[in-house]
């Protein structure tokens, strides 16, 4: 590994902006960094550099630790967007810097300065003056002069934005040249997904300070883990569907999807697909379709794009209701389509136009929480309920949805017996009242899985703890937290309550049940949970927990019905207003690796 | 002539180029022209006879030596000034920063007598320093604290726009390719900013030069001593002769162009380096 991070964060004024960031880049690697303005992605490579002093983890080159070590000996080659080239100095004498620094005889300068400006194309111009070139070859001078002390690593910051399109794609492809060339270990951050796809042997993508994701342009592209990195990366359209034992369903209709894999196949739930513009397939009739029907819609925009004709289509009732979307919630669907020019030739299109629309492939992302619906005895409650500040930026954060639906069946909710299944979206949420254990009974009974229990005041969480009762709960509860804690800008911390007076024999098996629990949410889920280890009654020390401070949330894990009533009738009886998550997977709940 | 003709927002080259001309004359010009045919109305001899005088030379070297001192301490400690201004952010920045102008706005004649309260042998400062047997009040050392006083501005005013402009990058750029703290102000910083301080440099010297007002307080004026050209200009003024008076001031003259001409031409040759430079 030539550049190994390991949990390394980096605070401003007390907020993360590089978050438990770990990533090894592997010997002759070109990766890129990529995420929007303000995630962390710029502060990460000047950490690499030695330029900013991270808080926290380790920084090593090549195998040897330099977290301590200072820019000047970490010896690292870097590029910056506006090309920071010394302006008082010609060409050559930029170029030979490092040279001159590190006392090298002028014979070897000049022996080297030639060779790098034969790498970078532009020969004979050393006796210029920076001032006196175009911006594309200020940014070859400036790589020239990072890489004359021959470093390991090479870093780009941002090195085409100040560019022009046109010599930007010609920069980039020296720049690809002269990484394959030196097979030099690099890493470029950028906020634009075309360039990262062209230049990276892997893409890590960034948001609020965490590495979400990577792995290589096509597979990151073509199955995407979280909804961030699915419409960050190119344009996508979020579905809900149902996810079946015997396949996914849109709608009524079951449909036979080829490329829906990944999905947690063991229960019926809803889960978030990802259609991509060029995946939908467009035709007069539901007859003439080659892939599976989904829905009707009428064409509303066309835009030319050269060699692809982009479209908006808005769905019509029944299909629009699948889609997530800014404008979903008022039922308007808006699906985005592209076609290349043979398909526009095979079926011409205008605004207005009626079409048939199908789906050629589909991704189905990993994430256990798809939309929310909120529930309530009577419209009223239910809509308030709806527009409720933390649900409402929760789902904004999401990209996703919040349903309403009036369930008189709450208020009487004892006979919990009925377990019909019906068709349930997403999270169940319910506002906190006297007999909400009842309420949360019948839910589960019906068949929903996750139940988010709100109090009346606005709140912002910046502490979410986590439990579950008995490992049957744990992967599922770690994943629904790691899927959530992405969306929130707070720290996680795992509880692990032991029983009053357990003997000092026992206590380290439980230090090692948080241990493990801390490696697996890391592994499995990318999500760094603090842990904290409680002696007492559970439902007592979580209440007590809950009451030490304001911004806090709670995420609970059971594996059985009962236990909601059994073991935490005290929690929700005593625990002052504080949001309260509860997972529900029965029986066997350990996730197939 | 063409060359200046550009086609600009505002109209009239003709009118706005007379103006600047007939501007420059009634206020510059013609007072300078004035003041050499005064001198010219003198007889040879007569000329050398005052310009060569001992106690006109010693007011020349007082003159001038001590403005090239004060311009030079200006330049070090300026540049401390400007460069924690422009690079921290610290309580009370703002007012600091207002507080370099303070030279600009006081009457000289101010400003005079608060360092020579400050500086005699009994005042603030003056008596920890008369312990050490070192005189500043009545001694060239005061003249050199007077004249630093006034020229402060200058070279601050001058710096920190210069200063700004040498982008914390250039410093990481170099950082990262090897160079220590010590070789960065050297080689980056440094020839960065040179030509702004050679302006703060030769601003603070020209004022040093016609500076009268703060300095007779402070000099205690002894003839041969510590007594400034200028001041001597107004003695012989005040003996009503004119043409002692206007011989002395065409020597400053003299002087202080041939001086502020060099240090222009030093930042010409600079720039044409910077230029030319090449293998």
């Known amino acids: 590994m030539s550049i190994t991070l390991d949990q390394v964060t980096k605070r401003y004024q007390g907020m993360p902006v590089v978050n438990d960031v770990s990533l090894d880049v592997r010997d002759g690697e070109f990766f890129v960094l990529l995420g929007p303005s303000g995630s962390g992605k710029s502060t990460l490579l000047r950490a690499i550099a030695g330029l900013t002093s991270v808080d926290h983890g380790r920084i090593s080159l090549h195998g040897r630790d330099v977290t301590n070590v200072s820019a000047r000996e970490r010896g690292v080659g870097l590029v910056f967007q506006n090309y920071a080239l010394f302006k008082h100095m010609t060409v050559a004498e930029n170029i030979e810097f490092a040279l001159r620094v590190r006392h090298v005889r002028a014979s070897e300068r000049r022996k080297r300065r030639r060779e790098l400006l034969r790498l970078v194309a532009l020969e004979g111009l050393g006796a210029r003056l920076p001032t006196q070139l175009s911006g594309g070859q200020q940014q070859r001078i400036a790589v020239a002069r990072a890489l004359a002390h021959k470093p390991e690593v090479l870093l780009l910051d941002e090195p085409f934005g100040a560019l022009d399109a046109k010599i930007r794609e010609e920069l980039r492809r020296t720049i690809r040249q002269v990484q394959r060339e030196l097979k030099i270990s690099t890493v470029l951050v950028t906020h634009d997904q075309q360039e990262a796809f062209a230049l990276a042997d892997r893409i890590g993508v960034m948001n609020l300070g965490r590495l979400l994701e ?172 709806s527009r409720h500040s933390f649900l409402v930026d929760l789902a904004a954060r999401m990209k996703t949805r919040v349903n309403v639906r009036v369930e008189p069946g709450l208020r009487m909710a004892n006979n919990a017996d009925c377990s019909s299944g019906a068709d349930r979206g997403g999270v169940a949420v319910l506002a906190t009242a006297p007999d909400i254990i009842s309420q949360i009974e019948f839910l589960f009974h019906q068949g929903v899985t996750e139940a988010l229990v709100l109090p009346p005041p606005p709140t912002k969480p910046q502490r979410v703890l986590i439990h579950w009762l008995d490992r049957a709960a744990r992967s599922d509860t770690m994943a629904v937290a790691a899927s959530l804690l992405r969306h929130v800008a707070a720290e996680a911390v795992y509880v692990g309550i032991m029983p009053p007076g357990t003997p000092d024999s026992h206590r380290s098996l439980g230090m090692r049940a948080l241990l493990d629990a801390r490696s697996e949410a890391q592994a499995m889920h990318s999500l760094d949970m603090r842990t904290e280890l409680r002696f007492g009654d559970i439902a007592t020390e979580l209440a007590a927990q809950l009451g030490e401070a304001r911004d806090q949330m709670l995420i609970l894990g059971i594996s059985e019905i009962r236990q909601l009533r059994e073991r935490f009738a005290a929690l929700f009886a005593t625990a002052p207003g504080r949001p309260i998550m509860v997972v529900y997977r029965p029986g066997e709940g350990t996730r197939p690796a | 002539m063409s060359n200046f003709r550009q086609p600009s927002v505002l109209p009239g080259f003709g009118l706005t180029f007379g103006f600047a001309m007939v501007y420059l004359s009634a206020i510059v010009l013609i007072p300078l022209a004035a003041l050499v045919l005064k001198a010219g109305t003198m007889q040879w001899s007569e000329f050398f006879h005052v ?229």
């Open chain 2, 51 to 279: 310009i060569l005088d001992p106690r006109s030379v010693a007011s020349y070297r007082l003159s001038f030596g001590a403005s090239l001192l004060a311009a030079s301490v200006n330049a070090v400690f300026g540049f401390v000034i400007a460069w924690t201004l422009v690079r921290y952010e610290f309580p009370g920045r703002k007012v600091i920063d207002a507080l370099i102008d303070m030279p600009f706005a006081l009457p000289t004649a101010v400003s005079g007598i608060a360092l020579t309260a400050v500086f005699a042998q009994n005042g603030w400062i003056g008596r920890y320093l008369d312990a050490f047997g070192i005189k500043v009040a009545y001694t060239w050392i005061g003249v050199t604290v007077a004249l630093t006083l006034i020229g402060l501005p200058f070279v601050v005013r001058s710096l920190q726009p210069a200063l700004q402009e040498v982008q914390s990058e250039l410093e990481d750029a170099a950082e990262t390719l090897g160079a220590g703290r010590l070789y960065i102000f050297r080689r980056i910083i440094l020839p960065t900013v040179t030509p702004a301080l050679l302006t703060g440099f030769a601003l603070a010297f020209a004022r040093a030069v016609g500076e009268y007002g703060s300095v007779i307080f402070i000099a205690g004026n002894l003839p041969m001593k510590t007594e400034i050209t200028p001041l001597l200009i107004v003695i012989r003024l005040e003996e009503f002769n004119y043409q002692a008076a206007a011989a002395l001031g065409f020597v400053t003259l003299v002087i202080s162009f041939l001086m502020l001409l060099s240090i222009n031409l030093l930042q010409a040759w600079g720039r044409r380096r910077m230029v030319a430079a090449g293998h």
């Open chain 1, 214 to 385: 990577t792995a290589p342009p096509d597979e990151l592209y073509a199955r995407p883990a979280t909804r961030f990195v699915a419409t960050f990366l190119g344009a996508a359209n979020l579905l809900l569907a149902r996810q079946t034992p015997e396949g996914i369903r849109f709608g009524a209709a079951p449909v036979d999807i080829p490329g829906a894999e990944r999905a947690d196949t063991r229960r019926e739930h809803e889960v978030v697909a990802v259609l991509r513009p060029e995946e939908a397939e467009l035709a007069p009739t539901p007859e003439a379709l080659a892939s599976p029907f989904i829905g009707r819609g009428a064409v509303d925009e066309i835009v030319f794009t050269g060699a692809l004709q982009r479209i908006r289509i808005r769905l019509s009732d029944g299909a629009g209701a699948q889609l997530l979307g800014p404008e979903s919630n008022s039922g308007a669907g808006m699906l985005e389509a592209s076609r290349t020019q043979r398909e526009q030739r095979a079926f011409p299109l205008a605004p207005g136009h009626s079409v048939a629309i199908g789906m050629r492939r589909i991704h189905v992302l990993p994430t256990p929480l798809s939309s929310y619906t909120a529930f309530g005895a009577s419209v009223e409650e239910a809509e308030q309920l």
